[in-house]
Each structure stands twice: as structure tokens, then as C-alpha cells.
T-cell receptor, first 113, second 110 residues
Framework: EAQVTQNPRYLITVTGKKLTVTCSQN?????MSWYRQDPGLGLRQIYY???????DKGDVPEGYKVSRKEKRNFPLILESPSPNQTSLYFC????????????FGPGTRLTVT | GENVEQHPSTLSVQEGDSAVIKCTYS??????FPWYKQELGKRPQLIID?????GEKKDQRIAVTLNKTAKHFSLHITETQPEDSAVYFC?????????FGTGTRLQVTL
């Protein structure tokens, strides 16, 4: 089954404690992207990756890091989380940018206290 | 950078009526405009898109229009059904880098 998986699905953590949210896809897609969703603000793109070792900033990259060492994985790293990073995070993938066949992960709800 | 504004924030229509959601963008270099549907508690779903070399695109009951001169684009849903109830997001930018609108909550009433 074609899918994008994210782990963990829910996380409550404290300010400053490094964390990683994993994203994995099984469709050999080249393009992957991270978004955060906040009430009243909609979706905002954090980082995206066109292929292995190729990553670039979206609209809100501050406080986040990503890596793309393998095609299937695109982890989101918060090295020193702060309360303003409390949000719902989605990972998505598609064979190429702008493909209508875009798959979103189930989301990760992160709370930073 | 790009700035995308979306209106209205909420929209209520009766089943069978049409719904129109409008977005404006600021960056004339933007060339890709997708629309997403998000049902309550679920992940977003890309439902239709339009590129800057096209003025209109239709897929069954949904259509999108783009006016590059005025920098605005719209989503049109005809013959609305209860299952169309969701939050809809527009976005603009390039295919790889997108800025989203703040969403429109569409309620289709019986």
C-alpha cells in the first residue's frame, strides 16, 4: 500500500529537548516536504527536498533542520524546541513537485511546554 | 516573498448550490496554484491545481480559474453535496515552494 508514515503521531516535550519527527514514504518519490498547521494560519511550508541531498527552505524554516540521506526518509529535526513550535506537522511526498498524486502523512501533533 | 490571501474564511451553502472561494497572490513570478481539501481531523488532500499558462481547469464538479493580470484565482464547486463540507486551502508559488492561504471552512447544509 502506497503511504507516507510519520512518527511519533503525538509528542509532548519540554523546551530545549532535541527531537526528531520521522517521515518515510514507500513510493520512491523524489519530492518531499514538511508543513506545519496552526489554527487561523493554515498550512505553512517548513522545508522541502527535491531529491537525495537536495533540500531547501520553505516559508518558515527557522528553528528546524532536515536531512535527506535516503530517498525514502525525510526527518524533521528540532534541535531546541520552543513553545511556539507547538503545532500539527504534516509530511508529504510526490514523484515530482506539482504532481496531483501527492500523499500526506497522518500528521504529528507536537506540544512543547 | 509570496503572500496569499483567501476569502471568505467561512462559507455556508445549501446542498445543490454553488460555492466560490477566492484567493489573491502578490508575487508575479508564481506559476503554480493548487487547492487542498481537509476534512475534519484528516490530512490535507490535493484536489485540483492550475498553472500560470492556463486560465481555467475543470474536473467534474470543481473548477479553478486564474487571472494573472489581477493576480487572483478561484475555486468553484457546483452542485454542492454534504461530503464537500471541509476546509479548503489555496496556495501559490512554484511547484516546489508554496505559500498557503488561511483556509475557508465550507459548510454544505441540507
Amino acid at each position: 500500500e502506497a503511504q507516507v508514515t510519520q512518527n511519533p503521531r503525538y509528542l509532548i516535550t519540554v523546551t530545549g529537548k532535541k527531537l526528531t519527527v520521522t517521515c518515510s514514504q514507500n513510493m520512491n518519490h523524489e519530492y518531499m516536504s514538511w508543513y506545519r498547521q496552526d489554527p487561523g494560519l493554515g498550512l505553512r511550508q517548513i522545508y522541502y527536498s527535491m531529491n537525495v541531498e537536495v533540500t531547501d527552505k520553505g516559508d518558515v524554516p527557522e528553528g528546524y533542520k532536515v536531512s535527506r540521506k535516503e530517498k525514502r526518509n525525510f526527518p524533521l529535526i528540532l534541535e531546541s524546541p520552543s513553545p511556539n513550535q507547538t503545532s500539527l506537522y504534516f509530511c508529504a511526498s510526490s514523484q515530482r513537485p506539482g504532481s496531483l498524486e501527492q500523499y500526506f502523512g497522518p500528521g504529528t501533533r507536537l506540544t512543547v511546554t | 516573498g509570496e503572500n496569499v490571501e483567501q476569502h471568505p474564511s467561512t462559507l455556508s451553502v445549501q446542498e445543490g448550490d454553488s460555492a466560490v472561494i477566492k484567493c489573491t497572490y502578490s508575487d508575479s513570478a508564481s506559476n503554480y496554484f493548487p487547492w487542498y481539501k481537509q476534512e475534519l481531523g484528516k490530512r490535507p488532500q490535493l484536489i485540483i491545481d492550475i498553472r500560470s499558462n492556463v486560465g481555467e481547469k475543470k474536473d467534474q464538479r470543481i473548477a479553478v480559474t486564474l487571472n494573472k493580470t489581477a493576480k487572483h484565482f478561484s475555486l468553484h464547486i457546483t452542485e454542492t453535496q454534504p461530503e464537500d463540507s471541509a476546509v479548503y486551502f489555496c496556495a501559490g508559488g512554484t511547484a516546489s515552494k508554496l505559500t498557503f492561504g488561511t483556509g475557508t471552512r465550507l459548510q454544505v447544509t441540507l
